[in-house]
Every structure is written in structure tokens, then in C-alpha cells.
């Protein structure tokens, strides 16, 4: 049992309560261990009884009971757990959860834990539908948050709409399928580019920009997390190195292709960094000093080009090559020709125009453009984009398998 996966079930208060019941059944016939808290609203609909009785554990219900915490800290509970499942979620705990609150022993968890969160809603149509509600959701989602549900059908108030509780059933499959998600690029390779570059003047000065990596960064992570055996080629940033992820640390342009050229071959290439695209021409090899002649100068001379060096044909080339476009007008426009003249197969052009927010935020206005799609991805953060994109990866390879 030791490798089974672990769920923390949240049973907030609803009529639906009662369905939780079945989903502590079916995760476990799936081999899911689960342990419950039960919130006070919760308790109001099932009882501690029966959730231990099927859930084969005991039920936490308050955050300063003496005897659970000498058992386990209300901390652990969270770090025990592979997945939070929060179902059902009313609609006062989708708000407390968005707000940050820890005023119960299921928000403490929820706050306390680093761990991925999936929510089962469910709530009156109005609720549901009430702008405050959506857009505590388009801010969880905006976390990180998973979501499956809630339905539309009747209610037990007697409306028809969205707000019904997902099936246990589709519940038990978005958890599974959360699992499984983790070895979708299993037996794939993939390279990632990311972070600035620095181009020496002299042993001391060098020509930078401040790309920070946090996008490349986080696609390695999350390939990395779909299975991908992943290599980072970074340059100087000050993130620390993703999770099993193999990170080569460079700093010129040249170093970053020597890098990339040597962990040839790859299933797939990302190149996120934002490479200088001029260097020094020649470098001093001493620190250049004051001296009479006054400032010296510069001359530049243009860089290799890596995403178009790694999608050139050949027996090498990754079967998916993978660019960045940063454009202020005519993204679409731009990002397509730049895909044909870099000659690799998608293109994530970042609209970076003063409107869109973009530059500086952690925010990012994606499309996706291929040689046969354009499609423009809602507004997400570069975690939920590093994901959005590992997941279109993972459903290009399986396409090709199938
Ligand atoms: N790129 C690279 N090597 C370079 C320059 C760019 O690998 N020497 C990659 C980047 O990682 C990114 C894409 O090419 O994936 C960006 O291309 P670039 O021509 O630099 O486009 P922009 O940054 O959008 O700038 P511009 O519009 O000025 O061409």
C-alpha cells in the first residue's frame, strides 16, 4: 500500500454531501487511500460515522481538538496527502479558499499545503452564477486550482442550471485521470531553453536582458511532471532549479547551443530563452581599463540562432520544435512568419503590447500557432501556460502513437 496514492478529502456543507460517501468508495476500489475533514457545515449533511466506516480512517473535523493534533498535526494532514479533494465545495469555501482564510481545519489545510487541489462545486444556480463566485473561480483556476464540475440538471432547491455536484463517478475519473496525467510523456525526452543570456565585454562586463526564466522554468517543470526525462538549458537567473529536471547552466548564446547540441536527441525542444541576439565581436580577454581613449567601442556581431539551428532538418532534429514570439502588433501576423523563417512546428506568440499587461505581470496572452492551427488561449499565468502547453504536447506524442 505503500505506493498507493493518498487523496484529503474535504467534505463541505451541502445537500450533496451525502454523495462524497460514494466517491470514498469508488477512489478506494481503485486502490485511493482516503482520509477525510469534515467541516461543520459538512457534518450538518453526513456524519463523522460514516465517512470513517467508508473511508477505513478517522475523520478530522476541528482545527484545535488536543487529541488529533498529538495524533497528527493538522500540517501533516496536507503533506500526507498527493491531492486535496474538496467535494462537495459549497460556495462559502470557494470563497474562503480565495481569500486566504484558515479560520477551519479544512481552509488551514487548504492554505497550509503545496500540494495540487481539485474542487467538486456545488450550489444553487444563483450562487453559482453570482459574479462574486466567478471570480473566486477565475482566480483559483488562475492558481493552479483543478476543477471538475458542477453540472447543470435540477436542484434540490427546486431550480434547473449549472451548480449541480459532478457524479461520483466523473469525480473518481478527474482524480485517476490527475494521476495518470503523470506519466503521459513517459519514454520522451524533452529540452528546454530558458532564462537571459550574458554576452561578455570583458571578463567583468557583459551585454544582458531581463528575462527572468520564470516561463521556461516552469515548462520544464511541467514537463518534467507529465514523465518527460527533462533537461533546463538556463541561463543566469536567479530561479532555482526545477524537480527532476537535469539543469545545465550556461551563459553566453554560445554556451547555451553548445548545451543544447549536446543533449541531442529529443523528442521535443521549447526554446523559451531570451537569447542576446547580437554579442561583443571580440571579447577582451582582460578587464578593459579607463585609460585616455576614452569609452570604447562596441562592436556587435549576431549570435547563432538556436531554435532555428535545433529545427533545422535533419536526423537529429526534435520531432517537436517549440518557439516563443514576443510582439507588441500584428501578433498573429508576426508569429506566423516568424514560425516559417525559424522553421519549427509551433509558435507561442506572447502578446507583450502595453495593453495586454503582460510585461512585468505574471501573467501571459498566448496563441498557438502551427502550421495548421492558430488558437488563442484565455488569459493564464505562466505556470497555468507552462501547463496548458505540456498538456498539448502530451496529446500531440499519444495522437501520433494512437
Ligand atoms: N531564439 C533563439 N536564439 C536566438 C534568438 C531567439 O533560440 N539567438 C528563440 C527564442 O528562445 C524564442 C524565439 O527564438 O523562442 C524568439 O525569436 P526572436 O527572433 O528573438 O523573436 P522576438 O524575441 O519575438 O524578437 P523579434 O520580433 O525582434 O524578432
Known amino acids: 500500500m505503500s505506493n498507493a496514492k ?31 475533514i469534515l467541516t461543520a457545515g459538512g ?19 476541528e482545527l484545535f481538538s488536543l487529541t488529533d493534533e498529538a495524533e497528527m498535526g493538522h500540517i501533516q494532514l496536507s503533506r500526507d496527502a498527493d491531492l486535496l479533494l474538496v467535494a462537495p465545495a459549497t460556495a462559502d469555501i470557494l470563497a474562503r479558499m480565495t481569500q486566504g482564510l484558515a479560520n477551519d481545519l479544512a481552509t488551514t489545510a487548504l492554505l497550509a499545503t503545496d500540494k495540487p487541489v481539485m474542487v467538486a462545486p456545488s450550489m444553487n444556480v444563483r450562487m453559482w452564477t453570482h459574479p462574486a463566485t466567478q471570480a473566486n473561480l477565475a482566480s483559483l483556476k488562475a492558481r493552479g486550482t483543478l476543477f471538475v464540475g458542477p453540472n447543470e440538471g435540477d436542484m434540490a432547491c427546486g431550480e ?12 473518481v475519473t478527474a482524480v485517476e485521470r490527475f494521476f495518470q496525467s503523470g506519466s503521459r510523456l513517459e519514454g520522451l525526452r524533452a529540452l528546454v531553453t530558458s532564462g537571459p543570456t550574458h554576452e561578455a565585454i570583458d571578463p567583468v562586463r557583459y551585454i544582458a536582458n531581463r528575462s527572468s526564466g520564470k516561463q521556461g522554468h516552469a515548462i520544464a ?33 554560445e554556451e547555451m547551443l553548445a548545451a543544447c547540441l549536446d543533449s541531442l536527441p529529443s523528442d521535443v525542444a521549447v526554446c523559451a530563452a531570451a537569447v542576446a541576439d547580437w554579442k561583443v565581436a571580440a571579447a577582451a580577454n582582460q578587464k578593459l581599463k579607463k ?21 533545422e532538418p535533419g536526423a537529429q532534429r526534435p520531432r517537436l520544435v517549440i518557439g516563443f514570439a514576443a510582439e507588441t502588433e500584428k501578433v498573429i501576423e508576426h508569429a506566423t512568419a516568424k514560425r516559417q523563417r525559424k522553421g519549427c512546428d509551433w509558435i507561442l506568440a506572447n502578446d507583450v503590447s502595453a495593453e495586454s499587461g503582460t510585461f512585468g505581470g505574471d501573467d501571459n496572452s498566448i496563441h498557438l500557432i502551427s502550421a ?7 488569459r493564464m499565468s505562466k505556470r497555468q501556460v507552462a501547463a496548458c502547453l505540456a498538456e498539448r504536447v502530451a496529446t500531440h506524442f499519444e495522437s501520433r502513437r494512437a
Do not use: M
Open 372 to 378: 495548421d492551427a492558430n488558437e488563442s488561449w484565455p
Open 221 to 253: 517543470q511541467a514537463l518534467a511532471d507529465l514523465g518527460a526525462d527533462t533537461t533546463l538549458v538556463s541561463g543566469p537567473t536567479s530561479l532555482p532549479d526545477p524537480e527532476r529536471v537535469r539543469v545545465k547552466h550556461v551563459r553566453s548564446a
Open 291 to 311: 585609460g585616455d581613449e576614452g569609452p570604447p567601442s562596441l562592436t556587435l556581431t549576431a549570435n547563432p540562432d538556436i531554435l532555428a539551428r535545433l529545427a
Open 43 to 61: 457534518a450538518q449533511f453526513v456524519t463523522p460515522l460514516s465517512l470513517s466506516a467508508i473511508s477505513g480512517d478517522k475523520v478530522y473535523g
Open 6 to 36: 493518498r487523496v484529503l478529502l474535504i467534505v463541505s456543507g451541502g445537500i450533496a454531501a451525502y454523495k462524497s460517501l460514494e466517491v470514498i468508495r469508488r477512489l478506494r476500489e481503485r486502490g485511493i487511500a482516503v482520509r477525510c
Open 160 to 171: 434547473y442550471g449549472p451548480g449541480r455536484l459532478a457524479e461520483p463517478e466523473e469525480i
